[in-house]
């Protein structure tokens, strides 16, 4: 640990920094006392590949350092990715997929499937499910200025004991109140107080309380989707299939990047809230949740509204797959975004597989290969 300490000294007083999923890739061999970095930022650049010594005067040897990528590289590699039929991406053919910054879109493409024609492109628009619940996330943190309170923060990441709200818990003639009270819908369990529980229930009481609880009980699906544009941004062309604000938007790739630019430029409140009050989601790993979509396989954790990808396999990366297909993120650097959208209908692991297709084509990006 203390050459560790040394070097991490002498690489801050060179202007380069090591962080997140890049730092927990790092590794230290102690025989020849080398540090081997996949990844590091220096000037707002990403470069690759960086090796140091280590030597007995203190001093460090650079052994090796690749060039940030240039983004033909990237695009070519994460579209090789994303068009192959022997990879993840190959069952969930057709679908659009871009990545961006947090100016422009710098890459993507309709892809199609070895059996049909490409069906999507940037402005289909189309149901998004729970992709639907970073966007409510979102408008929270503004409506809050930034600084959630207690109470918000426990129904954002599904702790509040409301989860009784089945799939498809809204009919469209519904407004938000009225589908928050409809059957089961509004069922509170005591005991669950606290425990992670994926379920829209959560983000359906928050919103149709009075305050300090949202106040849009009113709001039918045209009168919620012009308070969502109103507070996230009126060039949105975000509309609503039922007023669940945990899965019933629909929109198009295209707006929805928009959305995750403003994430990532700072725009938004919750920009510098992701991530932050995450909880596990795993009943196999810790008693504090009960339910989750990746139950017993997948580490990651739950933050305001949307997933951090962690544990064995995850990048870090924020993101908010929904049941039919529609997969947005944002990686862990925070530098650019990603969408994968497809609307397949609702089956056993369509999100999922939209997720890992998505992760594949974010490791192509970032590393410039194919995968």
Known sequence: MRRLGVLTAAMLLAGVTVSGPAAAQASFDGATQVLTVPTVQADGQTYRDLRLRLDADGRLTLLNLLPPLDVATRAQAAAATAQSRSNACTPVQPFYWEIGDRTQRLAGGAVASATQAAVYDAGTV????????????????????????????????????????????????????????????GRFTPANVGLFLYNGGHMQKHASQPSPGMGLGAMDNA?????????????????????????????????????????????????????????????????????????????????????????????????????????????????????????????????????????????????????
């Not at 129904?155 to 799939?167: A, H, M, Q, T, V």
């Not at 056993?348 to 890992?356: I, L």
Request: glycine share 14%; hydrophobic share 40%; charged share 15%.
């Open 126 to 185: 189309m149901n998004i499910a729970s992709a639907s619940k970073w966007l409510y996330g979102a408008y929270v943190a503004e409506r809050r200025s930034g600084v959630p309170t207690a109470e918000d923060v426990q129904y954002l990441n599904f702790r509040s004991g409301y989860d009784s709200f089945p799939l498809n818990g809204c009919s469209p003639g519904d407004t938000v109140g009225s589908c928050a009270t409809s059957g089961i819908n």
């Open 223 to 371: 009168a919620l989707a012009v308070e969502m544009r109103r507070v996230l941004g009126a060039d949105i062309a975000l509309g609503f299939s039922s007023p669940q604000l945990a899965g019933g938007a629909r929109l198009s790739a295209r707006d929805y990047a928009v959305f995750l630019r403003r994430l990532l430029s700072g725009q938004l409140q919750l920009s510098r809230l992701l991530g932050a009050y995450p909880v596990c989601t795993n009943p196999a790993t810790c008693v504090t949740a009960r339910s989750s979509p990746g139950a017993g396989v997948l580490d990651w954790q739950y933050s305001l509204g949307h997933w951090v990808e962690t544990g064995a396999g995850g990048d870090g990366s924020f993101s908010s797959p929904g049941a039919f297909g529609f997969y947005p993120w944002i990686d862990a650097s925070r530098s650019f975004y990603g969408v994968l959208a497809r609307a397949a209908g609702l089956g056993q692991g369509v999100g999922s597989d939209s997720a890992t297709c998505g992760a594949l084509i974010r490791k192509a990006w970032h590393s410039g290969v194919a995968q």
